[in-house]
């Protein structure tokens, strides 16, 4: 059964450092998305992305984030300069009908310190 | 205003012992509710979609019902396995598709 799959299960870095998480969509999938879950919290929207830009973005989505496709398989999330609060479970997630479900992957637990 | 609220936060049951989760949501639209399931240290694993009130969705011991206003999710003669966090999810129809979570209500079964 195809999955979303996540790169790396666990990051950790140092406040001030840039840091690139990996996803990699199932395969006939065309909306893409990103959510955070801080320990102990809801999960929350990030941002959704379809034919290879941005459709919508959160508050929490900020100049300091930014995403992309670079080739037809993988979906990265960088954060440019990490913060102790950037600390949360990443989770990518992908859609062929972004009115159906969303299937996520298993997350990319994210460290600053 | 929180959109999504789930009660409660967290129900111990005896194996077998059938229960109920609640999911009221605030949306302007609804497009669509979704529940998920989530173990600890992993992703949200799809569980039902429902799109309109009197719509009932069932898989194995889980059935979800939907009304105008809330969400049941109800667990029948329960194993430990279906211990776990269950997350309820809406889309509105005014926002791009995006999933707004509630807090979840996290299930121990006790064998």
């Known amino acids: 059964e195809p999955e979303v799959t996540q790169t790396p299960s666990h990051q950790v870095t140092q406040m001030g450092q840039e840091v690139i998480l990996r996803c990699v969509p199932i395969?006939?999938?065309?909306?893409f998305y990103w959510y955070r879950q801080i320990l102990g919290q809801k999960v929350e929207f990030l941002v959704s992305?379809?034919?290879?830009?941005?459709?919508?973005k959160s508050e929490i989505f900020d100049d300091q984030f930014s995403v992309e496709r670079p080739d037809g398989s993988n979906f990265t999330l960088k954060i440019r300069s990490t913060k102790l609060e950037d600390s949360a479970m990443y989770f990518c997630?992908?859609?062929?009908?972004?009115?159906?479900?969303?299937?996520f992957g298993p997350g990319t637990r994210l460290t600053v310190l | 205003e929180d959109q999504v609220t789930q009660s409660p936060e967290a129900l111990r049951l005896q194996e077998g012992e059938s229960s109920s989760l609640n999911c009221s949501y605030t949306?302007?639209?609804?497009?669509?509710l979704f529940w998920y399931r989530q173990d600890p240290g992993k992703g949200p694993e799809f569980l039902f979609t429902?799109?309109?009130a009197g719509e009932e969705k069932e898989k194995e011991r889980l059935k979800a019902t939907l009304t105008k206003k809330e969400s049941f999710l109800h667990i029948t003669a329960p194993k430990p396995e279906d211990s776990a966090t269950y997350l309820c999810?809406?889309?509105?129809?005014?926002?791009?598709?995006?999933?707004?979570f509630g807090a979840g209500t996290t299930v121990t079964v006790r064998a």
């Open positions: 997630a992908s859609t062929r009908d972004r009115a159906n479900e969303q299937f």
């Open positions: 395969s006939n999938h065309l909306y």
């Open positions: 992305f379809y034919n290879n830009e941005i459709s919508e």
């Open positions: 949306v302007s639209g609804l497009r669509g």
């Open positions: 429902l799109y309109s």
């Open positions: 999810a809406v889309q509105e129809i005014t926002n791009d598709y995006k999933l707004s």
